[in-house]
């Protein structure tokens, strides 16, 4: 027994005794920063309460060159924010933080609208660090010119010179400036990490606890704290003349706008009162809340507290970094279906708030007959509750939240998911530059959206303390979605016997309409064949082009309902049979929506005679309102259609074709879609040759 407390004492000292090292990298930034001779910021904090916690003596050292060296040689040095790789694992054990790492692509550019953009541009990254392997490996197709950009800062300022048309980073830091930013969805989300020495065992499991263990309260104080202090050490007196100035703050016009902003035990709780406090504190000036009531409000208050970014950009443009993300949802009542898409509800009643975040996207797909207004989102439910409205939309989590603390949770349900998501973010008046300067610079360290650790959402419940509700309500939804999870498995297994039998059937269901077309068999596979590989050079994601690439050829399967003579006539079609052809989209919609292959099927199957200007069948849809997958598909399938020889005709020659596809772009066909094919026309010839 004395051998074992000797032994376990033995082990306890040799942490607490043992000065242990730990580099982080100075980004100037809240996390870590020197003031004088002083490390300060979020990361020192972290590891004083450590030491204070723990009994230990670990030692923070700026990042330099000696100690990588150092690091080299095998010498028991811990390191803060050191992407795991399989290489790194043989080393070291790695105990995740706080923060999720995304990779981004940054840029200036607004006619820019997806990664495509990109293509054969110059392109700036931090030569050495994983995201330079990655973007080079998930995102070769771009063919880009990259530029080493040495820091992000380095970065931001090339990009403003013109120097590179983007840059490559990860969203642990925000910016002070407003840039724009694509998603690099291709390149696996990280977590953030303290890498520990394998030789440091019992170090690692005693900071691994800690990590886990440290409370949301606890460290959202810390992040607060941190960020107070460093932006009072950076600003000193540079902001001086805003020091006790009385500012008018903006809010909707809910008087409870969960996660933003709501009341919680009789405390003013949410994201955008966690942001304002500090603001408050550490510009030394009073916030005054205001709430929306006409439309000048935006105007003649200094800050509105929830602008997205796409409404800011049309009157004002001084917008900080976004704190939030809206992810609109459709919502109907618990007893009518499902919505796939807005098209199929332009004969639906949806009570909107005006002036909301997601009307533009709305009216692109539905009329103002389909519209009825209302003042916020507690009437909007009310109008769906009573049958006095079909749909509604609302941010998900706020959505969430009403449903559950009004008790319409039984009544109500999500029927579908708007295919955009909105940044928000606080805009300030024109002529308050000062204000707008300094509000800009500390949105950089509202990071609420990058945390793996949950700090600022922690209850769904305000005016109230339902803790035991929402415990059972959590369960509840847990329970329900492992059913999900479960038959989603098993529908997911059926689904692809569906899929299998679906293009087994549609390939000999165009062989018997067309018994003496040698060429049906052969156009089905290059039909996917084609459109995986542009969908693939668009930059879409591999679920995106692996599907297209098996559900293409489903496109015409409508036509096993149209009169055979029409099909097969050789000459010039009649206006009555042209008007019997244009029946089979719609057709096709309804044999695959029985099916229940996929949704992308049924656009592709419905919306592929729709064209860019309008003019298509059978909706009318005009450009983005024809569905990506439509859009791709009705690109190469008039090319294969156009090489290929018919009983009617002879195939036209590869030069010929792009020659018609080129003249049809931004009529027929989606412009961008088109110059990417036209980019990459060898190799779709190369397919057709082969395949023939």
Known sequence: MLKVILFSLFLYTAIVGKEHVILL???????????????????????????????????LKELETNLILDMEKGKDILIMDLIETDERREK?????????????MYFLNDKYIDITNFYKKKVGIVKGTYL?????????FLETQIIDIQTREKGLEMLKNREIDGFVTDNQYGFKDNLRKIELNRIPIMVTTLAVPKTEKKLYTELKKYFEEISPKVL??????????YYIDKFKDKYVDLKGKEIDVVFPTEKSNYPLYYIEDGVEKGLAIEYLKDVEEILEIKIKKVFFSKKEDWKINHITIASTIESSIKDNKNYTNPYYTLTPVIFNRKEDGF?????????KRFAVVENSYYMDYLKRFL?????????????????????????SVCDYKTLSNKLYNSGFDKEIKIAGILDKKYDVSMVTKDDEEDLYEALKDISASFLNENMSKNIYLEKNSYETDKSKEILLFSLGLLLLSLILLYRGRKNLIEKRKYEDLMLSLVSSLEAVNQFNDLETGNHIKRLNMYSELLANKLGSSKKFYEEIGRVASLHDVGKIGIDRSILKKPGKLTDDEFEAIKAHPEIGYEIIKKSGVSIMAEHIARYHHEKWDGSGYPCGLKGYEIPLEARIVSVVDVYDALRQKRIYKEGFTHEKAINIIREESGRSFDPYIVKVFLENEFKFERLFNSNI
Request: aromatic fraction near 18%; avoid cysteine.
């Open 25 to 59: 990298e100075n980004e100037n930034s809240f996390f870590f920063y020197k003031e004088k001779n002083d490390y300060k910021g979020l990361y020192p904090k972290i590891f004083k309460d450590i030491n204070k916690k723990k009994k230990m003596n670990l030692k």
């Open 92 to 104: 070291y054990y790695f105990i995740p933080t706080f923060f999720y790492l995304k990779a981004n």
């Open 132 to 140: 330079d392997k990655e973007f080079l490996e998930k995102y070769d």
């Open 220 to 229: 959202k104080a810390m992040i607060s704290k941190s960020r107070k202090e």
């Open 339 to 347: 919505i796939n898409n807005l098209v199929e509800a332009r004969k």
């Open 367 to 391: 009329k103002e007959e389909n519209f009825i207004y209302v003042k916020d989102i507690d009437e909007a439910i009310e109008k769906v509750r009573k049958k006095e409205a079909d749909y």
